[in-house]
């Protein structure tokens, strides 16, 4: 069963109609709490394309997932947030990253005139530097809470997936002494000033990783927040539809146990991507996409 719009309860089928993130209405341009925006390019992967397809895949997940109040937020976030789809950017088949980053950055400022947050759905991780650029306009440099098997610092001219908070530091989207990446398991340098915390830091000591995350988000003071979740952040048997998957992950207990630390945090704005349906006939790394984004809008609207 679905819950429709106004509130009231229908009987339909999760694989009918039309799939918007959560069964959310489509946006009219009107002001909202949250908006919902796709962002279906991947062209700056280093491995296997594919989160092209991220959107689509996360919002037909979505809507088996949401039926109302949400365990164990004890609320519903769209009983508390006005939220709508605002749909997929403009590309086509012959975009470049360039055009595509542009077409990005244009949609997100104009939702964000009439949203209070934005979560978008990528697309490889360079989706997240539109993003950061349409939100800096409006929030200033924010801090970063980032979940990722990679820190995407790599200092190189080029604009990658890998070196995308390279160039959100360098531009002054985000401030790195205020930027927290989770989940680490590859190498990185030092020399980006972010604070890092490996995989082993999450988990070598077992049990809920919340409040050792709570310490860690603490640590880097307040202000406002971009959340960024790599889908590889988890553990391929949780995600494998990514396109540079890494052994040795979270799972989703552990990633949403950290997520449920966020509900006083001032959320601007958010993201979950690499999610690469066509690479997990299983469908279980849509679904995990589809999750993380419900405990980010329970976040905003426990915020709220």
Not at 19 to 39: E, I, K, N, S
Not at 111 to 140: E, F, K, W, Y
């Amino acid at each position: 069963m679905t819950v429709s719009t106004d509130g009231d309860e229908i009987t339909q089928a999760a694989y009918a109609g039309f799939p918007t993130m959560f069964r959310r209405r489509q946006w009219d341009g009107g002001p909202c709490d949250l908006a919902f925006v796709g962002l279906p390019f991947d062209t700056a992967t280093s491995n296997r394309p594919g989160a092209r397809f991220g959107p689509r895949g996360v919002r037909a997940a979505s809507i088996e997932l949401w039926w109302g109040e949400v365990w164990p937020w004890a609320l519903d976030p769209f009983a508390v947030l006005e939220a709508v789809d605002a749909g997929d950017v403009k590309v086509d088949l012959y975009s470049t990253a360039d055009e595509a980053m542009a077409a990005s950055e244009a949609l997100v400022k104009k939702a964000c005139q009439a949203a209070r947050t934005v979560l978008a759905i990528g697309g490889d991780h360079l989706t997240t530097l539109p993003v950061l650029r349409a939100l800096a306009s409006r929030h200033g440099t924010m801090g970063l809470i980032h979940f990722d098997a990679h820190a995407d610092t790599a200092d190189t001219p080029r604009l990658t997936h890998g070196s995308v908070f390279h160039h959100a530091i360098r531009e002054g989207l985000i401030a790195p002494q205020r930027s927290l990446q989770v989940g680490i398991r590859t190498p990185w340098s030092a020399a980006a000033g972010t604070t890092v915390r490996t995989v082993d830091d999450v988990l070598g000591t077992g049990g809920d990783p919340g409040p050792r995350f709570r310490e860690w988000m603490d640590a880097i003071g307040g202000g406002p927040v971009f959340v960024s979740v790599d889908i590889d952040c988890l553990d391929p048997a949780h995600a494998p539809g990514t396109g540079t998957p890494i052994p040795g992950g979270l799972s989703t207990w552990h990633l949403h146990k950290m997520l449920r630390q966020l509900a006083d945090i001032d959320i601007v704005g958010a993201d979950v991507v690499e999610v690469a349906p066509d690479l997990d006939p299983t469908g279980r790394t849509a679904i995990a996409g589809a999750a993380t984004c419900l405990e980010l809008a329970c976040a905003i609207a426990a915020k709220r």
